[in-house]
């Protein structure tokens, strides 16, 4: 018996890695339970990483798997203008956002990541090796100490950690969220404090939540850290952007 289609948009994130990217779109391919979602796909794909013949090599891989995606391919590199650019041309309902190294463990089921979209839950990342004890939640976030009674009290408030990993999203508020963001900024950094404040403040009134293995541990892991590792490359984050820079 074959499982029902999903229907949804796809975005997907990509430098010039044509053998992570086929890696990651065949590992996604097999554990999706119902498939890739059939509906529109977007594709931004960055000139960093490798030479022409690696853009070329990645745009393959992408048509073999979706054959009327729209790929943008800038002539600057920017993940923040990258997923701005992705996620504002997006359609309402379910948006599978996904990035070009990552490995899938379990089976991932997409109608049960959208049953939790319920217009307070927005986003559902699948738990990965880099969500950490905090991926033993029921929802991705923290909790911020705040003073109260002219600082003699301190109290506690949940607040939202949205990921650019790949998730389940409601397509409205990924367009909302990113005529919130800025270009310039690393977009996973600005969704917490206090790289945006205006962006900060508006997700404050939304969730986000993780869909996790059948025993709760991790969907994915991250093939991009050793990709770089074996390279000879680092990447690190400084006031808000992604830096990279070999060893």
């Given at each position: 018996?074959?499982?029902p289609?999903?229907?949804?948009?796809v975005t997907?994130t990509?430098v010039?890695?044509p053998?992570?990217?086929?890696?990651?779109?065949?590992?996604?391919?097999?554990?999706?339970?119902?498939?890739?979602?059939?509906?529109p796909?977007?594709?931004?794909?960055d000139?960093?990483?490798?030479?022409?013949?690696?853009?070329?090599e990645?745009?393959?891989?992408?048509r073999?798997?979706?054959?009327?995606?729209?790929?943008?391919?800038p002539e600057?590199?920017s993940?923040?203008?990258?997923?701005?650019?992705l996620?504002?041309?997006?359609?309402?309902?379910?948006?599978?956002h996904l990035?070009?190294?990552?490995?899938?463990?379990?089976?991932?089921d997409?109608?049960?990541?959208?049953?939790?979209?319920?217009?307070?839950?927005?986003?559902?990342?699948?738990r990965?090796?880099?969500?950490?004890?905090?991926?033993?939640?029921?929802?991705s976030?923290t909790?911020?100490?705040?003073?109260?009674?002219?600082?003699?009290?301190?109290r506690?408030?949940?607040?939202?950690?949205?990921?650019?990993g790949?998730?389940?999203a409601?397509?409205?508020f990924?367009?909302a969220?990113a005529?919130?963001?800025?270009a310039?900024?690393?977009?996973?950094?600005?969704m917490?404090r206090?790289?945006?404040?205006e962006?900060?403040?508006?997700?404050?009134?939304?969730r986000?939540?993780?869909?996790k293995?059948?025993d709760?541990g991790?969907l994915?892991?991250?093939?991009g850290?050793e990709?770089r590792?074996?390279?000879g490359l680092?990447?690190?984050?400084?006031?808000?952007r992604?830096?990279w820079?070999?060893?």
């Amino acid at each position: 018996m074959t499982n029902p289609v999903f229907h949804g948009a796809v975005t997907l994130t990509a430098v010039r890695r044509p053998d992570l990217l086929a890696r990651t779109l065949a590992s996604f391919a097999e554990a999706l339970r119902q498939g890739f979602p059939v509906g529109p796909v977007f594709v931004n794909l960055d000139p960093v990483m490798g030479d022409a013949r690696a853009q070329t090599e990645c745009r393959d891989v992408v048509r073999a798997h979706f054959p009327e995606a729209k790929i943008v391919e800038p002539e600057t590199a920017s993940f923040g203008a990258a997923v701005i650019r992705l996620w504002t041309r997006v359609p309402d309902g379910p948006v599978l956002h996904l990035e070009d190294d990552w490995t899938c463990l379990h089976e991932i089921d997409l109608d049960a990541a959208r049953r939790f979209l319920d217009g307070k839950t927005t986003m559902v990342c699948f738990r990965n090796n880099h969500h950490g004890r905090k991926g033993e939640r029921v929802y991705s976030e923290t909790r911020h100490r705040y003073p109260v009674l002219w600082g003699l009290l301190h109290r506690k408030r949940r607040v939202p950690l949205f990921n650019t990993g790949p998730a389940l999203a409601d397509g409205s508020f990924l367009r909302a969220c990113a005529l919130r963001m800025d270009a310039t900024l690393d977009p996973e950094k600005q969704m917490r404090r206090p790289m945006n404040p205006e962006l900060n403040d508006w997700l404050e009134r939304y969730r986000c939540r993780f869909l996790k293995a059948p025993d709760g541990g991790l969907l994915l892991t991250d093939d991009g850290r050793e990709w770089r590792a074996a390279r000879g490359l680092d990447k690190h984050v400084a006031d808000g952007r992604s830096v990279w820079s070999s060893r």
